[in-house]
């Protein structure tokens, strides 16, 4: 039974940073292309980025390329997002996935920016 248990989020001033984490557990993490998506309120859950099972290959949402660096560590079976320059439309509930809809996800955290 796919587990997915997502932390880290507060709230944080416009420009600053946070680091999401997200442990797994009940599958073959190590198989997983894993991803980490959002949803801001009142709007659908939006595919923020992915990595490869063995990181060897990553890609972003163009709202975040540049921003956001994802990561994982096979050893621990947990996935991270690193986000820094942090806007104030970055505010959303983060959900871990093993897929890019987001259809198979942990409960969230929630991140919110505002001065």
Avoid: H
């Amino acid at each position: 039974q796919v587990q997915l248990v997502e932390s880290g989020g507060g709230l944080v001033q416009p420009g600053g940073s946070l680091r999401l984490s997200c442990a797994a557990s009940g599958f073959k993490f190590t198989t997983y292309y894993m991803n980490w998506v959002r949803q801001a309120p009142g709007k659908g859950l939006e595919w923020v980025s992915q990595i490869s099972p063995r990181s060897t290959t990553t890609a972003y949402a163009d709202s975040v390329n540049g921003r956001f660096t994802i990561s994982r560590d096979n050893a621990k079976n947990t996935l991270y997002l690193q986000m820094n320059s942090l806007k104030d439309e970055d505010t959303a509930v983060y959900y871990c996935s093993t897929d890019g809809s987001g259809s198979n996800r942990g409960q969230g955290t929630q991140v919110t920016v505002s001065s």
